[in-house]
């Protein structure tokens, strides 16, 4: 008997690169079960219907908060999940009178690409325009400015500052100023965007093994990666991972299919002591 005959190499490619796909596609399994979490479930830390803002009334402590990073005891929370699948949206922030404060723009696979805030546009009022990725299109004069996204889908995070407990009441006025408006609501007077919490739900993957790597190629599919990491799709497709690729892996070889399943269990410890250090 031959080395050969002891390694099942298809099962060896795929547990290599599914390794690699589980750590790019990560991301995009944390984001999907927040959003889920946040948009649908009203006991959630931070529920609101996509394109409004939970407003936090209270600071938070490492009890009151569990999900999404470490608590600060010194700023009021506000979370928003934006949806630009169908168009641009505003978003609106009051004059602060210097008062600090940030919005945080991160795509589905938790990358930053850009910020609202003191350090970067300023204090006082202003109306922001996020478009989807490669939208060309014309914007009211009344913006500022725009950003583009890289995926349709956005979570903006915005914290202002507070300087004790006496200061609360100031910054919930202002944090009652902080508004998203879809383009097509902009401008109109009375105008109320509808509340849509429906969201598709992560994949069940405690039971089905292959669950994550559903949710990852679901992911893909509705947020297309950047043409920089190509190289890796590429790869990934080898073993059924990516935008466009089935939920269904009954095509795969069992042995690819065994691979990918050892990929996600391994891939989850070797994330798990990162997150924890991370804070995340």
């Not at 290599?16 to 991301?27: E, I, R, T, V």
């Not at 010194?74 to 210097?98: F, H, K, M, Q, R």
């Not at 893909?220 to 920089?228: L, S």
């Amino acid at each position: 008997m031959t080395l050969t005959d002891l390694v099942d190499w298809r099962e060896m490619n795929a547990y290599s690169l599914g390794l690699q796909a589980y750590m790019y596609g990560f991301p995009l399994i944390y984001m999907a079960e927040l959003r889920h979490q946040w948009v649908t479930n009203p006991e959630s830390d931070f529920y609101a219907a996509l394109n409004h803002f939970h407003i936090k009334t209270e600071l938070t402590t490492a009890t009151n908060y569990t999900t999404g990073g470490s608590p600060n005891n010194d700023t009021l929370y506000a979370w928003g999940w934006i949806d630009l699948t169908e168009e641009p949206v505003i978003l609106s922030v009051p004059e602060t009178n210097n008062r600090y404060y940030v919005i945080q723009l991160a795509d589905f696979y938790s990358d930053n690409f850009a910020s609202i805030g003191k350090k970067t546009t300023g204090t006082k009022a202003g109306n922001y325009a996020i478009t989807p990725p490669g939208w060309i299109g014309d914007l009211p004069a009344s913006i500022n400015d725009s950003f583009e996204s890289p995926t349709p889908y956005v979570l903006a995070f915005e914290r202002t500052v507070v300087n004790g407990a006496a200061d609360l009441d100031a910054v919930l006025l202002i944090q009652s100023q902080f508004s998203i408006t879809p383009l097509r609501y902009w401008g109109k007077s009375n105008a109320k965007p509808p509340k849509n919490h429906e969201i598709w739900k992560p994949y069940e993957a405690v039971i089905d093994l292959m669950g994550d790597w559903k949710t990852i190629n679901r992911a893909m599919t509705e947020n297309p990666p950047r043409a920089i990491d190509q190289t890796l799709v590429t790869m990934m497709k080898q073993i059924g991972i990516g935008p466009g690729e089935s939920l269904d892996f009954d095509y795969l070889h069992p042995s690819v299919i065994n691979g990918l399943k050892r990929a996600a269990i391994d891939g989850k410890k070797m994330l798990r002591p990162a997150i924890i250090e991370g804070g995340g």
